[in-house]
């Protein structure tokens, strides 16, 4: 049993390629998700422009309504999408920037300061250190004693 899983482990990166390989070529709709190559891809070209960015959110940034309803209705459909771009927020020397990547060209499209209100939603490592920071702040610690509950069993999630 154990050599069998060990095998299946084993063969798990090779699915795993031949499945991203897959999933890379077929991408037919507009709307289709990002893959894994394109969010790799807007990851290195943010990362030239920011080398200390923090990724927040990266997705498909959406072509105009028209624009698919052209493409989807056109009778000889093109063998690549004319355009894909995706959007990425970044934290970058203390901004956060709203940045817009054509996939087809590699390039960035627009690299915009957000201009609207709050923060964009925490990174992993931020949960992981918000938590942590809770449990050490006195007056936190003072009222979880209070309430007759032990520290130790208390877990705080922003």
């Not at 798990?12 to 999933?23: C, L």
Request: aromatic content about 6%; charged content about 15%.
């Amino acid at each position: 049993m154990a050599i069998q899983i060990l095998g299946i482990l084993q063969t798990f990166p090779t699915i795993f390629v031949i499945w991203t390989a897959f999933a890379r070529t077929c991408i037919s709709h507009p709307l289709d998700a990002l893959s894994p190559e394109e969010i790799n891809q807007t990851s290195v070209i943010v990362l030239g422009l920011h080398p200390s960015a923090t990724f927040h959110y990266v997705d498909l940034e959406e072509p105009e309504k028209n624009d698919v309803i052209d493409l989807l209705s056109s009778s000889s459909q093109p063998k690549s999408l004319p355009y894909r771009k995706a959007r990425a927020v970044v934290r970058a020397n203390n901004e956060t920037r709203e940045i817009v990547v054509d996939l087809i060209a590699g390039s960035i499209v627009s690299n915009e300061v957000h201009g609207g209100h709050g923060f964009p939603p925490f990174t992993a490592d931020e949960v992981v250190s918000a938590s942590r920071l809770t449990l050490t702040y006195p007056q936190f610690q003072e009222s979880i004693t209070q309430r007759g509950l032990n520290i130790s069993q208390v877990t705080c999630i922003p």
